[in-house]
């Protein structure tokens, strides 16, 4: 019984050091940003002076679909209202889908052609290598220095890449600027309202400091601008993974690029407002992120940058392991009060342990929540704690949900791109 029980003991005592090291990471961001806001410190990127005209370079604006009828006429249509040089900007629809999609976006690309918006609809024989092998598709057919990328579901304001291009071409060694997203259903209900504040504090500490501190950043896929030559330096798209995104942010980090983030303009999108969607969501980008370290840790790990920088980018991959951890960690522990009452031995042996855990799971999440709801001025205090204390079981929702398959992963298991539904109203469409 001793020995069972030790051995309950380490493996527990392993999973909640390797969560405490996951929120270390976190809470050394937090705090850089509270120190940040004190001296008055925003964006890096932010006092970069706009470009002349004669200077606007050409700009490629892809935007993948599969099968996204209801936000995919939307999306053309925001993608022409850009303020940039119609001869200077290609927009491509980026067009994998087996549905009506595909009527529908041709329609209003033949629209937009005859207003003279340069606007192209790339539709491929299969679906290989999904978004990644979609964008390789894409960059085939035009040689644009500057590849905007936007998914079907976000609208970004008319002063978009005015605002942002600016910013990677004063930065010859920024193979990405990234513009921080919001969401127009963030009042849906209670999930929608606790994805946004997560993802406020993703945005708003973890982009915006780590982007400050030259420490590497993932790039998110939408609402963002590659630098060709970046992209072609390290070999192009690569589609072994679902975040496909993630591995070539680090691919060009690790081969002397860095990337650029910056707070405004935001771009506002969809999050999922059932909890089937999120769920898929997450494990997607659970399963991307396990997929992605296999094949980076030792690289991160070589790299000639400081330790500080190589610790944190490690972090950046590992941090989705977080799951798994948290599940095996719960039931560990419900092994062991099982066999310590069994032993006639007290289970309260767990209350420090308890609460050091809890401890630190506060301090994240009020950490990473409450600076960004204050910040951007998002609502009552009351409104903010009634959503925080959602976050947590939610969490530990997604520990037991996300964990088997991180897992399969883990093992070698291969996995189906699955896009998140979109739902869009005309009202929704006339707010963005």
Avoid at 37 to 57: I, K, Q
Avoid at 138 to 145: F, I, Q, S, V, Y
Avoid at 223 to 242: E, F, P, Q
Avoid at 299 to 308: G, I, M, R, V, Y
């Amino acid at each position: 019984m001793n020995l069972i029980l030790g051995l309950i003991d380490f493996a527990l005592t392993i999973c909640v050091i390797g969560m405490a090291l996951i929120g270390a990471g976190f809470l050394i961001l937090i705090a850089r940003f509270i120190w940040d806001e004190m001296r008055g410190v925003g964006d890096s990127a932010r006092a970069t002076p706009p470009l002349a005209e004669a200077d606007l370079p050409h700009v490629v604006l892809q935007i993948p679909v599969f099968n996204e009828p209801k936000v995919v006429d939307g999306a053309l249509r925001s993608a022409a209202l850009i303020d940039w040089p119609k001869d200077k900007l290609r927009i491509q629809l980026l067009d994998d889908s087996t549905d009506e999609t595909t009527d529908r976006a041709a329609e209003t690309i033949a629209a937009l052609r005859a207003q003279g918006v340069d606007a192209q609809h790339v539709r491929r024989e299969d679906r290989s290598g999904f978004k990644a092998g979609a964008c390789a598709a894409g960059l085939k057919l035009c040689d644009a220095p500057f590849v905007a990328m936007l998914d079907a579901d976000f609208r970004p304001p008319a002063d978009w890449l005015r605002k942002a291009i600016p910013v990677i071409v004063a930065d010859p060694k920024a193979s990405f600027v990234q513009t921080r997203c919001e969401f127009a259903n963030y009042e849906t209900n209670w999930l929608t309202r606790v994805q946004g504040l997560v993802l406020d504090g993703h945005f708003l500490i973890e982009q915006r400091t780590r982007a400050n501190l030259r420490w590497i950043f993932q790039f998110n896929g939408t609402g963002g601008i590659w630098r060709r030559a970046a992209i072609d330096s390290v070999g192009g798209w690569l589609d072994y993974s679902l975040t496909e995104d993630l591995d070539l942010t680090i691919r060009t980090y690790l081969a002397g690029w860095h990337g650029r983030f910056i707070s405004n303009p935001v771009i506002p999108g969809q999050m999922p407002d059932n909890v089937r969607d999120w769920r898929r969501q997450q494990r997607r980008w659970s399963n991307g992120f396990i997929q992605v370290a296999q094949r980076t840790l030792k690289p991160l790990w070589n790299a000639s940058w400081p330790l500080t920088e190589r610790l944190s980018a490690i972090v950046l991959v590992l941090h989705q392991v977080f799951f798994p951890l948290c599940a095996i960690a719960f039931v560990l522990m419900l092994l062991g009060v099982i066999v310590r009452l069994a032993a006639g031995l007290s289970a309260g042996a767990y209350l420090p342990l308890l609460g050091l855990i809890a401890l630190m799971a506060t301090a994240v999440v009020v950490g990473m929540t409450l600076p960004p709801y204050i910040a951007l001025k998002r609502g009552p205090l009351w409104r903010y704690f009634a959503t925080m204390a959602i976050v947590p079981p939610m969490f530990i929702y997604l520990a037991f949900a996300n964990a088997p398959k991180i897992i399969q992963t883990a093992r070698g298991r291969k996995t189906v791109f699955k896009r998140t539904p979109k739902e869009e109203q005309a009202a929704k469409e006339q707010a963005w």
